[in-house]
T-cell receptor, first 114, second 116 residues
Framework: AQSVAQPEDQVNVAEGNPLTVKCTYS??????LFWYVQYPNRGLQFLLK??????LVKGSYGFEAEFNKSQTSFHLKKPSALVSDSALYFC????????????FGKGTRLSVIA | DVKVTQSSRYLVKRTGEKVFLECVQD?????MFWYRQDPGLGLRLIYF???????EKGDIPEGYSVSREKKERFSLILESASTNQTSMYLC???????????????FGDGTRLSIL
């Protein structure tokens, strides 16, 4: 079975400071990992994904994520937060050896304070 | 750009009604998905389809059915709406055969459904 955990319901950060949104996963094989963002009254937008290769993945809007196999983590990061980054963030995982749909975390609400 | 269009942004229905939620994608994607989103519960998969006339149950299929008569359209049906089906419903699509791929899903803007 595959699962993903986002241990923080809410993350608050001051504008200009670095931000981290945490994600850990569990799969029986090797994972495909994704981050999505949801702005109010909108659907989810794809930010970035990890398939293989370099553990640091760069995505849209200046976000990046680091894959750590030993810690089974895929934390989302940004060096300098903007107020406009305030949104709901979802991590998702799929076991690459299976044929099952993505499994999403419960989401983390990021608030960037001016 | 991929566009996934859900027919209604807001919908209000009464208990016992049969409710249809429509979703259309314009990128010839094989896979389509229906989720519901509730606070504190994240996204839960209701049904998905990896080809025309094919459907698979997700995690919470009870009380729902789906229809995929054409590749671009995936409909979610609430057979007899109940108040506990009040939720945000999200449709998504993705490219290539088999749901176990590395292609991202593309989402519509959602339908906020209220059952009174």
């Amino acid at each position: 079975a595959q699962s993903v955990a986002q241990p923080e319901d809410q993350v608050n950060v001051a504008e200009g400071n670095p931000l981290t949104v945490k994600c850990t996963y569990s799969v029986s094989g090797n994972p495909y990992l994704f981050w999505y963002v949801q702005y109010p009254n909108r659907g989810l937008q794809f930010l970035l994904k990890y398939i293989t290769g370099d553990n640091l993945v760069k995505g849209s809007y200046g976000f990046e994520a680091e894959f750590n196999k030993s810690q089974t983590s895929f934390h989302l990061k940004k060096p300098s937060a903007l107020v406009s980054d305030s949104a709901l963030y979802f991590c998702a995982v799929r076991d690459r050896s299976g044929n099952t749909p993505l499994v999403f975390g419960k989401g983390t609400r990021l608030s960037v304070i001016a | 750009d991929v566009k996934v269009t859900q027919s209604s942004r807001y919908l209000v229905k009464r208990t016992g009604e049969k409710v249809f939620l429509e979703c259309v994608q314009d990128m010839d994607h094989e896979n389509m998905f229906w989720y519901r989103q509730d606070p504190g519960l994240g996204l839960r998969l209701i049904y998905f389809s990896y080809d025309v006339k094919m459907k698979e149950k997700g995690d919470i299929p009870e009380g729902y059915s789906v229809s995929r008569e054409k590749k671009e359209r995936f409909s979610l049906i609430l057979e007899s709406a109940s108040t506990n089906q009040t939720s945000m419903y999200l449709c998504a699509s993705s490219w290539d055969r088999g749901v176990g791929s590395n292609q991202p899903q593309h989402f519509g803007d959602g339908t906020r459904l209220s059952i009174l």
